[in-house]
């Protein structure tokens, strides 16, 4: 009998033993992603690179959008974007609408949406996160959009015969399509080094630019936009920015993030397309007035429901408190049992 009570004894201390060890793997191992950032000052401008030649102080908030197993629209196109702002030396993270929904946009300075059909984007979005965004950008946010998101951005379409309303409502205009210039090409625009907007006085005139059935845009009666480019072929805008309340926008109907003749936009998704020239240096001109002419916002540290992640796994915070609260339990009636034992 002594041997088999101390065989339990020495039984149970070894579960006590690779409990608490399972307890300290948890919470050691498993890095939390929750974004960690410092308190920002509203009212006051982000201190960016003195040189300009980065956004080493900027976080990005890439929005992860919708998902289609038949169209890589989206996926090459967020792949393309992270590229980009690496290449920018922004900390870029990217969210979904989980995230916006608890409050992620209040720990970032700028906002971007891929790439996708408009009424798609809108679904995935949802209304309570456009109004979250509308928001967060007229307190100081950043919004950029490109193609599918930069219509979704503007009240009106008129597309490929079609008339649609989005919800966004960034601006009170219409984008209006242009079936005569063709599909899918590479085409020109000119740049306008005079705008009231960003400094583009130092800028080439004009840029080749990847067009995949876009639009022009054209701002309703007292909607201020601020043309940054114009197409070569219709004189029409092409790229514009607006000012929503503290907060500023950028949307471009062509393509900006692709690198056709490179491979370091992580994608050859658009390589079939000759485009020599990089649209990269623009948009960090652009990001860097997005952000200098706004208030700040980024005050938060964490937001809702972090994740902790190591390798392929992902875990829940709140099933790692869950497995240390249930450790714990286990531990504590191992020692009763123990002391009742002996």
């Not at 041997?3 to 050691?28: D, K």
């Not at 085409?187 to 080749?208: F, K, Q, Y």
């Not at 639009?215 to 197409?231: K, S, T």
Request: proline content about 4%; hydrophobic content about 40%.
């Amino acid at each position: 009998m002594a041997v088999i009570a101390m065989l339990n004894r020495v039984f149970l201390r070894g579960m006590i033993t690779s409990t608490l060890i399972l307890i300290l793997a948890l919470g050691v191992c498993l890095p939390n992603h929750g974004i960690t950032m410092t308190q920002g000052e509203p009212g006051r401008c982000i201190l960016l690179s003195q040189s300009q030649n980065d956004l080493s102080n900027l976080s990005v908030a890439i929005y992860e959008s919708y998902y289609s197993s038949t169209d890589a629209r989206v996926r090459e196109s967020r792949t393309a974007l992270i590229s980009m702002f690496n290449w920018m030396n922004a900390t870029v993270t990217v969210i979904n609408r989980t995230h916006i929904l608890d409050g992620a946009l209040f720990a970032f300075e700028l906002l971007v949406i891929p790439e996708g059909l408009g009424p798609f984007i809108e679904n995935n979005l949802g209304e309570e996160a456009e109004e979250m965004i509308r928001e967060w950008l007229s307190l100081g946010g950043s919004f950029i959009g490109v193609r599918g998101s930069s219509t979704i951005a503007v009240t009106d379409s008129f597309f490929e015969g079609r008339e649609e309303q989005y919800d966004l409502g960034l601006v009170n205009g219409t984008t209006i399509g242009m079936p005569e210039i063709g599909h899918t090409l590479v085409t020109d625009i000119e740049v306008n080094r005079e705008c009231t907007g960003p400094d583009l006085s130092d800028m080439p005139e004009a840029m080749s630019v990847l067009f995949r059935t876009g639009r022009y845009f054209v701002p309703d009666e007292g909607q201020e936009l601020i043309c940054i480019a114009n197409y070569t072929f219709n004189n029409q805008p092409a790229m514009v920015a607006a000012r929503y309340g503290d907060g500023n926008l950028f949307l471009s109907s062509p393509h900006f993030e692709y690198e056709e003749n490179s491979d370091r936009d992580g994608t050859d998704y658009m390589d079939r397309y000759d485009d020599p020239d990089s649209e990269w240096p623009f948009l960090l001109r652009i990001c860097h007035w997005l952000i200098a002419d706004s208030s700040t916002v980024q005050n938060v540290t964490t937001w809702g429901e972090t994740t902790t992640t190591t390798g392929d796994l992902e875990f829940p915070t709140e099933a790692i408190f869950l497995a240390g609260g249930i450790g714990v339990a286990v531990i504590i009636v191992l020692l009763a049992y123990l002391r009742r034992r002996q």
